[in-house]
T-cell receptor
Framework: SQQGEEDPQALSIQEGENATMNCSYKTSINNLQWYRQNSGRGLVHLILIRSNEREKHSGRLRVTLDTSKKSSSLLITASRAADTASYFCATPPRGRYSTLTFGKGTMLLVSP | GAVVSQHPSRVICKSGTSVKIECRSL??????MFWYRQFPKQSLMLMATSNEGSKATYEQGVEKDKFLINHASLTLSTLTVTSAHPEDSSFYIC?????????????FGPGTRLTVT
């Protein structure tokens, strides 16, 4: 079953605008990760935020984590057409042989 | 970062034939690899967990006789779709885990687009 649930499901903005995507999860976590997937391509790891962190930056990306609300947000500032992709949050495995659990994703379209 | 490759990137096959997809960890040894399937505009769904030297563990609803997984070495896992049908057309992604001292990190292959005609 999926742990993360992103919203919105789809987001359409103009270049230069900021894009904010949210993710909610159900169980306690040690960290939360965000991935990007271009259409028909594999996943690209964007950023990992640990449970003891509230905010993390990487270039134009800003991720927040609120463990009390079991939610995270991904902000892309000054978006570019090349940012057009699907974005997924993922929560880590519990066991040695288990894997990340992905949310349904947000499809971001950035128009020139 | 670690690299995971998949081959082929795209394959078109006729209904009833079998297709093998390879997943390789290029610069690390992966005792555990995962196979996912992704339908258009949907998220990744885990199909099976593959442990080197042992049988794969399949998720509920995934037919093990149809999706044969072999993890023969620490750097290679294969997924064979047997007697493929059009409903098997999908994007298949493998992933490998690498232990990095303070925990596991997971790396994803670029995916294989399977089209069954």
């Amino acid at each position: 079953s999926q742990q993360g649930e992103e919203d919105p499901q789809a987001l359409s903005i103009q270049e230069g605008e900021n894009a904010t995507m949210n993710c909610s999860y159900k169980t306690s976590i040690n960290n939360l990760q965000w991935y990007r997937q271009n259409s028909g391509r594999g996943l690209v790891h964007l950023i990992l935020i640990r449970s003891n962190e509230r905010e993390k930056h990487s270039g134009r990306l800003r991720v927040t984590l609120d463990t009390s609300k079991k939610s995270s947000s991904l902000l892309i500032t000054a978006s570019r057409a090349a940012d057009t992709a699907s974005y997924f949050c993922a929560t880590p495995p519990r066991g040695r042989y288990s894997t990340l659990t992905f949310g349904k994703g947000t499809m971001l379209l950035v128009s020139p | 970062g670690a690299v995971v490759s998949q081959h082929p990137s795209r394959v078109i096959c006729k209904s009833g034939t079998s297709v093998k997809i390879e997943c390789r960890s290029l610069d690390f040894q992966a005792t555990t690899m995962f196979w996912y399937r992704q339908f258009p505009k949907q998220s990744l769904m885990l199909m099976a967990t593959s442990n080197e030297g042992s049988k794969a563990t399949y998720e509920q609803g995934v037919e093990k006789d149809k999706f044969l997984i072999n993890h023969a070495s620490l750097t290679l896992s294969t997924l064979t779709v047997t007697s493929a049908h059009p409903e098997d057309s999908s994007f298949y992604i493998c992933s490998a885990r690498d232990y990095r001292g303070d925990g596991y990190e997971q790396y994803f292959g670029p995916g294989t687009r399977l089209t069954v005609t």
